[in-house]
C-alpha cells in the first residue's frame, strides 16, 4: 500500500536544480576565465562513501564544473590530511571543499572540518558557518536541510506562521534545518530523544521534518490531516526471504501517511537534493570569492 496524498519529487526538483546551475556555469566562466571548483577528499575505503563520492564527481563534471578528487588511504595521519585541507584553502581554483564524513576513527573529525575556509564550506559545518546561519547573516548552509527548505518553499510558498516540528538535533541536519524554518518565521520546535510525548508535539505541526534515522518511526496518526511532511531519514530494512538486500524506508510510516497533505518519498525525496545543493553552494560559493553577485533562481 503507498499513501495517496501528493508526493513531493524530490528526484524531480533536483534535476532541474542541477540543470538551472549547470546553466550558470558558462556565464561565470566567460567572467572569470575559470570554471567553479569542488574538491572532494575521501579518506579510507567504506563503501558507502565511495559511492556518494562517485556520483558527486560525476554530477560536478556533467555540469561543466571543475572537480579536484582527493582519494586518501585508510590510515592517513591527521597532520597530513590538515595539510592537504590548508593546500585546497590556498588554491584560487577551488571554490569549494568537502571533505567526506564520517573520517576514519582515528582521525579528529572537528578539527579537520574547523580549518576549512567558510568561504568554501559547501558542507555549511564549520563554527563560522554555523554562527552565520544563526546570526542570519550570509554563508554556506548545509545541504541537506538547505535542500529540504527548497522542498517545502516549493510546495507551500511563504512559511510565514506555520508550526514545524524537526525530529532530530544533528549539527548536519536537525539543527541548521530548525534555524532555516526560523529564519522563514515559522514557530519552531526541535525536537530529540529525550522529548517527551514527541507524538503529540508532532501532532500539532504543520510542517514535519523527521531526521532520525529510525525505520518508520513516526506514524501515521502522529500527523495532523494536511500536514506536509519532509522525511530525511534513510533507513535499510532487514532483506525479505530470498532477497539480498533489505528495503530502503524512510523515518516516517509512509503508507500510513495518506492524510498529509504532501509528503517526500524514500527513496527520491530528500536524497537528491542533497548533492543538487552541493553543487549550488558551490557555483554560490564560486561567485562570492570572485566578487560576483549571488547567481538567481537557485
Ligand atoms: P544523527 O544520528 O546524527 O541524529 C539523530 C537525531 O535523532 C539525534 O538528534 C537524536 O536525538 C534523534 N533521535 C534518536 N532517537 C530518537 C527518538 N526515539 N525520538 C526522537 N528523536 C530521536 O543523524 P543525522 O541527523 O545525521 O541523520 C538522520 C537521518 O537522516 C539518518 O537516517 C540519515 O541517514 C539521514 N540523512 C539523510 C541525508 C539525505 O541526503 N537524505 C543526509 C543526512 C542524513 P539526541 O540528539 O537526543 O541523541
Not at 568537502?98 to 559547501?122: A, G, R
Request: proline residues 6%.
Amino acid at each position: 500500500m503507498t499513501a495517496k496524498n501528493n508526493i513531493i519529487d524530490g528526484k524531480a526538483f533536483a534535476a532541474s536544480l542541477r540543470e538551472q546551475v549547470g546553466m550558470l556555469v558558462p556565464a561565470f566562466l566567460e567572467k572569470t576565465g575559470r570554471a567553479p571548483g569542488l574538491a572532494v577528499v575521501l579518506v579510507g575505503d567504506d563503501p558507502a562513501s565511495q559511492v556518494y563520492v562517485g556520483s558527486k564527481i560525476k554530477m560536478t563534471r556533467a555540469l561543466g564544473m571543475e572537480s579536484f578528487e582527493h582519494r586518501l588511504p585508510a590510515d592517513t595521519a591527521q597532520e597530513d590530511l590538515n595539510v592537504l585541507v590548508e593546500k585546497l584553502n590556498a588554491d584560487d581554483a577551488v571554490d569549494g571543499i568537502l571533505v567526506q564524513l564520517p573520517l576514519p576513527d582515528h582521525l579528529d573529525q572537528q578539527e579537520v572540518i574547523d580549518l576549512i575556509d567558510p568561504d568554501k564550506d559547501v558542507d555549511g559545518l564549520t563554527p563560522t558557518s554555523t554562527g552565520r546561519l544563526a546570526l542570519g547573516i550570509e554563508g554556506l548552509v548545509p545541504c541537506t536541510p538547505l535542500g529540504s527548505l527548497k522542498l517545502l518553499k516549493d510546495h507551500l510558498g511563504d512559511l510565514s506562521g506555520k508550526d514545524a516540528v524537526v525530529i532530530g538535533r544533528s549539527i548536519l541536519v536537525g539543527k541548521p534545518m530548525a534555524q532555516l524554518l526560523l529564519g522563514e518565521n515559522c514557530t519552531v520546535t526541535l525536537a530529540h530523544s529525550r522529548t517527551q510525548n514527541l507524538p503529540d508535539v508532532v501532532r500539532r505541526a504543520d510542517i514535519v521534518v523527521a531526521a532520525v534515522g529510525r525505520a518508520e518511526m513516526v506514524k501515521g496518526d502522529w500527523l495532523k490531516d494536511g500536514a506536509v511532511v519532509i522525511d530525511v531519514g534513510i533507513n535499510r530494512l532487514d532483506p525479505e526471504p530470498g532477497k539480498e538486500r533489505g528495503r530502503l524506508v524512510g523515518d516516517v510510516a509512509f503508507a500510513e501517511a495518506a492524510h498529509a497533505s504532501a509528503i517526500t518519498p524514500v527513496p527520491g525525496g530528500v536524497g537528491p537534493m542533497t548533492i543538487a545543493c552541493l553543487l549550488r553552494n558551490t557555483l554560490v560559493a564560486a561567485h562570492r570569492r570572485a566578487g560576483l553577485p549571488d547567481p538567481e533562481g537557485i
